[in-house]
């Protein structure tokens, strides 16, 4: 296949870095506002939510499951809700398109159903590993089949009775953990989730915000079924995950000074904050206030040199999808950075270990694989070609490493950056960075 397939990008150094801004919302929240919205009671008006087209997705299977979403302005839903059991069966299959939070988040909400249903995705999508919720969900007493290897479609049965379980996470993922609270619902008895490590608590904010009795605190959930979702206003704040690539590329170019406005700070999603700080970074949040009860910050990042850090362990669940944009930090700092303790990043929308070593050796970095991460070596860029697998965050971290090398570098495959940041390109560009369309 060739590695340059359209639409693409042309990445090239731009100048510094300057202005205010505001990233999209959140995408977790997004996907969850209209989850909960959808079985609530009454209408639930969403503000700030994100035009992707993965939660675009998620809404569109709503309603084909028979709720009626408006969309008065971009970037605002108002969902009636159908109540947890007025969902209809859907007359075809439920595209989620490359949204592994979709799927999985889906997965739970349609196992309580007294209909069949089937969750099919993108190629990507179509790779990626659904075990992980569908092993648990069965000993709730639901029944999903997967293809060869726990991949989807996944063909859900509906009609089971489900009943609560207490099941520890193997591997921290606050899809898994959202999907069991969700299938919770339609349980009998109490569902209890533990976690290895505390991942996002999205939804069980947003539970308890929605009137559902929930006890949770860092790393363990419960709840029990029987209750009722009432309607909620949602305000969602800037993806903290989409505002790391410009903290990435204010921090590593010369002469930025850059203002990224009302961002998340859930401390389940900051991980990055504290990797690029411990790196030398220059980042201080100004402004604190909370938008639906979720902590928001303005972030003002100035250029400072970077040097390279062991990636502490206990911070790779806060950072899990932002290890992108910090590898292209590291091959920007001094000295040698190593990650460890990573080898969910395997299973992401690519293998994003080995597509960003690809793509950083492509353009002359240092740096090696290891099964559960990387050692990268600090040092400087060129010109070169890289394919971002169609994984979004590796078109956007590319588009970063550019800024700084010798050299125009050409992204493939960069259609997917719509699923969660569309008009990247037209802020970067905005704000400084040299990006065009290939
Ligand atoms: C998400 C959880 C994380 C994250 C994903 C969004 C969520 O996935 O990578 O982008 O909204 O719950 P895992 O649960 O697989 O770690």
């Known amino acids: 296949m060739s590695n340059l397939q359209q639409p693409a990008w042309i990445a090239t150094r731009g100048g510094p870095l300057r202005g205010q801004w505001h990233v999209p919302g959140d995408k977790s929240v997004s996907h969850r506002a209209v ?163 505390p991942t996002r608590d999205y939804s069980e904010r947003m539970l308890a915000a929605f009137g559902w009795p929930i006890a949770f605190a860092p790393g363990q959930a419960r709840l029990s079924g029987g209750h009722v979702l009432r309607a909620c206003d949602v305000e969602v704040p800037a993806d903290f995950s989409s505002a790391a690539f410009f903290l990435v590329a204010a921090s590593v170019v010369p002469g930025s000074e850059l203002l990224l406005r009302a961002v998340g700070l859930n401390p389940r999603r900051t991980g990055l904050l504290q990797a690029l700080r411990l790196m030398g970074a220059d980042i201080t949040e100004q402004n604190p206030g909370s938008h639906g009860g979720e902590p928001v910050a303005d972030l003002l990042v100035r250029h400072a040199p970077l040097h390279g850090v062991d990636v502490p362990v206990t911070l790779v669940p806060d950072m899990i999808d932002e290890f992108p944009a910090l590898f292209v930090a590291a091959a920007c700092a001094s000295g040698r950075t190593r990650v460890s303790g990573a080898a969910e990043l395997r299973v992401k929308e690519s293998d994003r270990i080995a597509t960003m070593a690809t793509g950083l050796r492509a353009l002359g970095a240092d740096i090696e694989e290891r099964p559960d991460g990387a050692v990268i070596e600090g040092g400087r860029l060129h010109g070169g070609d890289v394919n971002s697998h169609g994984d979004h965050r590796i078109a956007m971290s590319f588009a970063i490493a550019a800024q700084l090398a010798d050299g125009e570098v050409r992204i493939g495959d960069v259609a997917n950056v719509a699923t969660s940041f569309p008009g990247f390109d037209a802020l970067a560009t905005g704000m400084g960075m040299g990006l065009a369309a290939a």
């Open 35 to 197: 989850m909960l919205g959808a079985i609530a009671e009454g209408t639930t008006r969403i503000r700030g939510f994100l035009e992707g087209e993965d939660t675009r997705a998620t809404a569109r299977v709503f309603e084909q499951l028979g709720v009626r979403i408006e969309a008065p302005n971009a970037s605002e839903r108002i969902v009636h809700g159908v109540g947890l059991h007025g969902l209809r069966a859907p007359s075809g299959e439920l595209d989620c398109g490359n949204a592994g939070t979709g799927m999985r988040l889906l997965a739970g909400v349609l196992a309580g159903q007294a209909f069949d249903s089937v969750l099919i995705g993108d190629a990507s999508l179509s790779r990626r590993p659904m075990r992980r919720v569908t092993e648990p969900l069965a000993a709730m007493g639901a029944r999903i089949d997967t293809d060869d290897g726990g991949m989807p479609p996944l063909r859900i049965h509906g009609g089971r009775r489900l009943h609560g379980i207490d099941y520890a996470l193997p591997v921290a993922s606050a899809q898994v953990k959202s999907a069991l609270l969700l299938a919770g619902l339609y349980a009998d008895g109490e569902t209890v989730v533990r976690e290895p490590h």
